[in-house]
């Protein structure tokens, strides 16, 4: 299974709660750039995406919006609607073996090739999950950790910074 782990957008911090965070311009500009690069990726791999995870927060919200505009710029033109799950256990402080978990339920179901969007601490925390400690990514806004999955134990293959 490969799993691309990305960090939110820079985000602001004029909101009255976390969850309503919203990206800033240059986070905007972030998850587009992202976006661009992930469709490259996946065009040079030949990858389809069988599921799109992101946090109901709306800074991952926003995040998702914008890495979809850079994907249709350069043509790739899957669409994330019905692959894409919003789901409450990976916003900020998600419980990383519940992932795990339910990552492993969609490699059993045959998923191949994942993207989740969320937060620190849940990103860092996740990829050490995935590659048994072995592996770390310093997760600045926007940052993509491609995780290559196989078994129990996985490794980072590229780390993307925008």
């Known amino acids: 299974m490969n799993i ?13 709660t976390d969850s ?11 998850a587009f750039k992202q ?14 995406l069988d599921k799109v995870l992101v946090s109901p927060y ?16 350069v043509n790739f033109m899957q669409s994330f609607a019905n692959i894409c799950e919003t ?5 900020p402080y998600g419980n990383p073996d519940n992932v795990i978990d339910y990552l492993r339920f969609l490699r059993e179901e045959g998923a191949n090739n994942v993207l989740i969007i969320s937060h620190l601490p849940l990103v860092f925390d996740l990829v050490q999950g995935l590659t048994a400690y072995q592996d770390s990514v310093n997760f600045y ?22």
């Open 35 to 48: 976006g661009k690069w992930l469709a490259k990726r996946f065009s040079d791999q030949q990858v389809k």
């Open 87 to 91: 789901w409450e256990g990976i916003t």
């Open 20 to 30: 309503e965070r919203s990206l800033t311009k240059n986070g905007e500009k972030m």
């Open 141 to 162: 806004p926007a940052v993509i950790a491609e995780v290559e999955w196989k078994a129990e134990r996985g490794n980072v293959v590229i780390s993307e910074y925008p």
């Open 58 to 73: 709306l800074r991952t919200q926003q995040t998702l919006q914008h890495i979809e505009q850079g994907l249709q710029a």
């Open 4 to 16: 691309w782990v990305m960090r939110h957008g820079e985000a602001g911090f004029n909101a009255s």
